[in-house]
């Protein structure tokens, strides 16, 4: 089966730019996860989203990240503006309760740059 | 919310010997203890997962333990390869919520 699909997967902007992430889940999964990595620390969950509902954002900083998944399937990460401080790969996961089981499929990853 | 300490941050083996990653987590109701390899640039997969009504479980020359009582689960790789070299990440789900990731050991396996 095909994986988790990401773009772009390098992005070097200045601060106060925005930019975008595309993510194409593993076909069928209903539950899409975007986790920022910053080098040296483990992923930081973002976003969770159920079909085209978003479950969990507690931890997204509303006032200029955003996303969306409005088909239920694939999903976009916006930054807007950036700040240095989001430099840091993004990752796309997905997973299905549909065998009972939990495990996370995560995406390449889009690397940002925030000069 | 759920935290997840991770120990060592760095460890080096001489390839053939053991190598074990100890995690802690503080919510008593996490259930779902997976166990992540990340290759340099590349992206993390699952190695060994654990659910809460087990102890322990092993896959080849990996294992999992789990200890709820002390609220802490390690990983366990016996007779290390080179290419074992990798960070690993545990993290821990509470039953409806979601993964939170240690910060991860950068294993180095020496031939």
């Known amino acids: 089966e095909a994986g988790v699909a990401q773009s772009p997967r390098y992005k070097i902007i200045e601060k106060r730019q925005s930019v975008a992430f595309w993510c194409n889940p593993i076909?069928?999964?209903?539950?899409l996860y975007w986790y920022q990595q910053i080098l040296g620390q483990g992923p930081k969950l973002l976003i969770q989203f159920q079909n085209n509902g978003v479950v969990d954002d507690s931890q997204l900083p509303k006032d200029r990240f955003s996303a969306e998944r409005l088909k239920g399937v694939d999903s976009t990460l916006k930054i807007q503006p950036a700040k240095l401080e989001d430099s840091a790969v993004y990752l796309c996961?997905?997973?299905?309760?549909?065998?009972?089981?939990?495990?996370?499929?995560f995406g390449p990853g889009t690397r940002l740059t925030v000069t | 919310g759920e935290n997840v300490e991770q120990h060592p941050s760095t460890l080096s083996v001489q390839e053939g010997d053991s190598a074990v990653i100890k995690c802690t987590y503080s919510?008593?109701?996490?259930?779902?203890f997976p166990w992540y390899k990340q290759e340099l640039g590349k992206r993390p997969q699952l190695i060994i997962d654990?659910?809460?009504?087990?102890g322990e479980k092993k896959d080849q020359r990996i294992a999992v333990t789990l200890n709820k009582t002390a609220k802490h689960f390690s990983l366990h790789i016996t007779e290390t390869q080179p290419e074992d070299s990798a960070v690993y990440f545990c993290a821990a789900r509470p039953p409806y919520s979601t993964l939170t990731f240690g910060k991860g050991t950068m294993l180095l396996v020496s031939p």
């Open positions: 996961a997905s997973s299905t309760p549909a065998t009972g089981a939990y495990e996370q499929y």
């Open positions: 919510d008593s109701a996490s259930n779902y």
């Open positions: 076909s069928g999964h209903a539950t």
């Open positions: 654990i659910r809460s009504n087990v």
